[in-house]
């Protein structure tokens, strides 16, 4: 393949790892249809896949994020707590803004208790009220907020 051909692929990756990633994760913050579940599981794999293909380890573990977090939401215990933890371990060991450890104690939080590891979710649930308590933003908290007020509370 040409350079040529080598930067149009990236470009074409990135915009399509961009497009589907926002899509999933606007249908995950809203009351959706059978239709839009599937919509929102095959986009969050997609933006994973053309993350994988351009982005840097920071895009791809983001990704990882919006795959955790709509496991959870279809009740995908297995898999969205293993994506979970993948996350967890890259944002909670690498410096990471305050908005965005807030969202990987949340979503951890949510795959903890959908795959009924209730001890975990208690602990991470405690870890992301902390942390969105400490987030700077108030848009930032706000953001947040949206996706912490969809785990079922205990």
């Not at 497009?19 to 599981?41: F, G, Q």
């Not at 995908?76 to 994506?83: E, F, I, L, R, W």
């Not at 807030?102 to 959908?114: G, K, N, P």
Request: aromatic share 8%.
């Amino acid at each position: 393949m040409s350079d040529l051909n080598k930067k149009d692929s990236s470009e074409w990756h990135r915009s399509f790892a961009v497009n589907t990633n926002n899509r999933a994760w606007d249908l995950s913050l809203k009351n959706r249809t059978i239709e839009e579940d599937r919509v929102m599981l095959n986009t969050a794999h997609a933006s994973a896949y053309h993350w994988s293909e351009c982005g840097t380890e920071l895009n791809q573990m983001r990704a990882t994020m919006l795959l955790a977090e709509v496991h959870s939401l279809l009740g995908c215990g297995v898999s969205a707590y293993n994506y979970a933890q993948e996350m967890k371990a890259f944002f909670t060991s690498n410096e990471t803004p305050d908005w965005e450890i807030a969202l990987t104690h949340t979503i951890h939080a949510h795959a903890s208790y959908v795959n009924g590891n209730m001890e975990e979710y208690a602990h991470s649930i405690v870890s992301a009220e902390r942390a969105i308590r400490d987030i700077t933003s108030d848009d930032d908290r706000g953001v947040v907020l949206q996706t912490f007020n969809l785990i079922p509370k205990s």
